[in-house]
């Protein structure tokens, strides 16, 4: 079973077992998450799409981290403008237990 989540303005197709990296989520490292709405759930070749009523992903925390920096270079040419910047952005790495379809049945 797979299923749709949003979460932090992204959208990412998750299956029980895998570790996915979003957003920064104020959480300790090894607390249980609750992610919904869920915008898709599916099995095999039947899926259903739209907002998931009563369905939600539940998670434990791995880690809190930032990703590398990205570097920013801004030119404006022939008027001695040069600006250097960088940016490392904050992330939750979420390890997902199960996915939980009240309508259907629990995977784990």
């Keep these: 079973m797979y299923a749709v989540v949003k979460t932090g303005g992204k959208q990412y197709k998750v299956r029980a077992g895998e570790t996915i990296k979003v957003e ?3 959480a300790p490292v090894g ?3 609750t992610l919904s709405p869920l915008l ?3 099995e095999g070749k039947s899926i259903y799409f739209g907002t ?4 939600q992903i539940r998670a434990t925390v791995v880690a809190q981290g930032r990703h590398p920096k990205i570097k920013i270079f801004k030119l404006r040419r022939r008027k001695h403008y040069q600006k250097r910047a960088g940016h490392r952005q ?3 790495e979420l390890r997902i237990d199960t996915i939980y379809n009240e309508m259907a049945s629990t995977v784990e």
Excluded at 52 to 55: D, N, Q, T
């Design 24 to 26: 920064q989520i104020p």
């Design 31 to 33: 607390s249980e998450v």
């Design 40 to 42: 898709a759930v599916g």
């Design 90 to 92: 904050n992330y939750t």
């Design 52 to 55: 998931v009523p009563h369905a």
